[in-house]
């Protein structure tokens, strides 16, 4: 959720002439960092897919999945794109600037939908039992708690 202010922020810096393609550089790096913590976190999920898949049907699973895939994917372009800024024709710079900085907040986005897949799984699907049980709690510590519905 950091991504976009970052690169605004650097972005206007940068068209304000206050940054060199240097201090865009930052941007470049956090981005990357992100792709790389994006691709553990999808091989870390594939990792715990078969025990997830003993108590969650397929559907939701393979639904987070291709969310988190979109995000790694999405994450990387917009890292492709930030790197336009050392480009060496002189229109690529801005261009690159606006293109990452766009794609920062559609990135949160993806990254938005795709926790709130993961949650859904955990806190709905109960896909956290076989871990809990794993480690020696019980698994109804993991069942969905609905509050008492009101007829008001």
Do not use: C, N
Request: aromatic share 6%.
């Amino acid at each position: 959720m950091l991504m976009p202010v970052v690169a605004i922020v650097a972005g206007w810096l940068l068209w304000r002439a206050r940054i060199g393609r240097a201090g865009w550089s930052a941007v470049v790096v956090l981005q990357a960092l992100l792709l790389a913590s994006g691709v553990v976190a999808l091989k870390s999920g594939e990792r715990d897919e078969d025990m997830a898949e003993r108590v969650v049907a397929s559907a939701p699973l393979h639904q987070h999945e291709a969310f988190a895939e979109q995000f790694v994917i999405a994450t990387g372009a917009v890292l492709a794109l930030s790197l336009l800024v050392f480009a060496p024709w002189p229109p690529a710079k801005t261009t690159g600037a606006a293109a990452a900085m766009l794609g920062t907040v559609l990135v949160a986005g993806l990254a938005l939908r795709v926790g709130h897949a993961g949650g859904q799984l955990v806190y709905v699907h109960g896909a956290a039992a076989p871990h809990v049980a794993a480690a020696g709690g019980s698994p109804a510590a993991t069942t969905r708690l609905t509050p008492p519905h009101h007829d008001d």
